[in-house]
């Protein structure tokens, strides 16, 4: 019999079935009729082209070839069990793989990962770059973080954010300004990035002002490194966790994304 057409569903009430001698009680077990298992049990008998109960004066017996079969179908039934344990271990798992942009991550990101392995002395965390892209299938990710207008093809929550503003290292004067990669266009900028992280450190070094996410200038404006020259500004762009939808629905991923998007 080929794996793909074991009758899976007509196993599992026959040995409910084997363990009652009773379609009544197995029926109340599989929260179905009796009727309903009566047929499986039929069904099955027709699949396997045996006879697996007869009627007695005292009762549902098994017959021989029942009996024969359900130790093997038990120490199966028990093996699927460990199956599903095992695949569902990686849920409770405290290892995280994440993807994010190097200067998220530098700016952002480790601050707030410290602080959760503060609270969970178990916790784990495998941190990779997306410059190459983001690939859930080769790097087995559980979360990504992306920078753009959306989540993609992928389940997704935005960060929350002030959206962009304009800094400067205090005191200089400077009209000059850093573009990066990926930022807003800066027609005749003095300078010009990979990302926007670097936007930032060119302005702390005095070379100019930079129009970055206020999320990634969070910490140098707080420490007076940075000034805000005006308010910040609502962006169509922001950053995204992203994950498909399996490691999306995981439990340590929702918590994750929880901690990091408010």
Avoid: C
Wanted: charged share 25%.
């Amino acid at each position: 019999m080929k794996r793909t057409h074991l009758p899976l569903n007509g196993l599992r009430v026959l040995d409910a079935a084997a363990r009652h001698l009773s379609f009544t009680r197995a029926a109340d077990e599989l929260a179905v009729t009796p009727a309903a298992v009566g047929q499986q049990i039929r069904a099955l008998e027709d699949t396997l082209g045996v006879v697996l109960f007869r009627r007695t004066t005292r009762g549902l017996e098994l017959t021989p070839e029942a009996e024969a079969g359900l130790g093997p179908l038990r120490d199966g039934f028990l093996q699927f069990e460990e199956a599903v344990r095992a695949m569902q271990a990686g849920q409770s798992s405290k290892s995280l793989t994440i993807a994010a942009p190097r200067d998220l991550t530098d700016k952002w990101l480790l601050p707030r990962l410290a602080a959760l392995a503060a609270e969970d002395a178990d916790l784990r965390f495998v941190l990779l770059p997306t410059e190459d892209g983001i690939d859930f299938t080769q790097a087995n990710l559980d979360l990504a973080i992306r920078w753009g207008e959306g989540p993609g093809e992928h389940e997704g929550e935005a960060i929350e954010s002030d959206g962009l503003v304009l800094v400067a290292a205090p005191g200089i004067a400077t009209v000059a300004m850093i573009a990066w990669t990926g930022g807003p266009v800066e027609d005749g900028a003095a300078m010009r990035v990979a990302d926007a992280g670097l936007a930032i450190d060119a302005a702390l070094a005095g070379l100019g002002r930079a129009l970055v996410p206020a999320l990634l200038a969070q910490r140098d404006l707080a420490a007076e490194r940075l000034v805000a020259l005006g308010e910040p500004s609502p962006s169509r762009l922001g950053y995204w966790l992203v994950a498909p939808t399996p490691q999306w629905r995981q439990k340590k991923v929702r918590d994750l994304v929880d901690r990091l998007a408010g």
